[in-house]
């Protein structure tokens, strides 16, 4: 178990993960191999998930030596990712590889940059698109986005998360937050259980994470 308790968040403090965080956020970094850092990060927390958070059960199992005892992780196949489109998406590839039973959802939001923030430091929020399974009360749900500002996208697209469902955990997952927004979203959200790699120093007046790694969805899909 490797994520350490903080006050307003969970940090997955893996080494791999801090490792990969350094390279994405190298401005260097081109297009594939920021993707490929997603992916691989995405991998990474969703194997701390696991390891955190979910119990195994032991199995009985035949290898072709002998009958033994082996562990098998439960709950696997009560999993629910969220992908917030557009930066999640090579995240979400990753958290795939550690559930890929996984029933997915996907919410279209983005901040309206031009409006810019507002004096409480809240953007207004365009949800376009919203496609959710079913989430049961035995479920796990974890909410991915690798960028977590202000948490005004977070926090809108809890709203639409949570209209109906009541899942046993959630998790809302990013790889780098502004304190603001963990703690926009742990006020507005309090069940949730907050999880990134890391807790950046402050937000530009732009809303932009610093040090951060620029704008995760322009360098993922090569928009800018
Ligand atoms: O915490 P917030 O201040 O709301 O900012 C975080 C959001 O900003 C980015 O999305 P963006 O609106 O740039 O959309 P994109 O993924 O399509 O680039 C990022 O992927 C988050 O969804
Ligand atoms: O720093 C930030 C803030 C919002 N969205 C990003 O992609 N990066
Ligand atoms: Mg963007």
């Known amino acids: 178990m490797t994520i350490e308790d903080r006050e307003?968040?969970?940090?997955?403090?893996h080494a791999l993960a801090k490792d990969t965080l350094s390279k994405i956020r190298d401005v260097e970094t081109e297009q594939v191999a920021f993707r490929k850092g997603l992916v691989k990060l995405g991998r990474i927390c969703g194997y701390e998930i696991?390891?955190?958070a979910m119990d195994t059960e032991y199995v009985a199992i035949e290898t072709p030596m002998a009958e033994t005892t082996g562990e098998r992780v439960k709950g696997l196949d009560d999993v629910v990712i969220i992908n917030v489109l557009r930066a999640a998406?090579?995240?979400?590839?990753?958290?795939?590889?550690?559930f890929p039973r996984a029933k997915q959802g996907?919410?279209?939001?983005?901040?309206?940059?031009?409006?810019?923030?507002?004096e409480d430091g809240e953007f207004p929020i365009t949800v376009d698109y919203v496609k959710l399974p079913e989430i049961r009360e035995m479920d796990t749900v974890i909410v991915a986005d690798p960028m977590l500002?202000?948490?005004?996208?977070?926090?809108?697209v809890l709203d639409h998360v949570l209209e109906d469902a009541d899942p046993e955990n959630l998790f809302v997952l990013s790889a780098v937050s502004a304190p603001d927004g963990l703690l926009r979203v742990g006020d507005a959200v309090p069940e949730a259980d907050l999880l990134t790699v890391a807790i950046d120093d402050h937000l530009d007046e732009n809303g932009f994470i610093v040090p951060g790694l620029g704008d995760a969805g322009d360098r993922a899909f090569r928009t800018k």
Request: proline share 2%.
């Open 106 to 118: 996907v919410i279209s939001a983005g901040r309206d940059e031009e409006a810019g923030m507002n």
């Open 8 to 13: 307003e968040a969970y940090l997955v403090t």
């Open 89 to 98: 998406t090579p995240f979400v590839e990753g958290l795939l590889k550690a």
């Open 149 to 156: 500002a202000t948490g005004s996208t977070m926090c809108a």
């Open 50 to 52: 696991i390891d955190g």
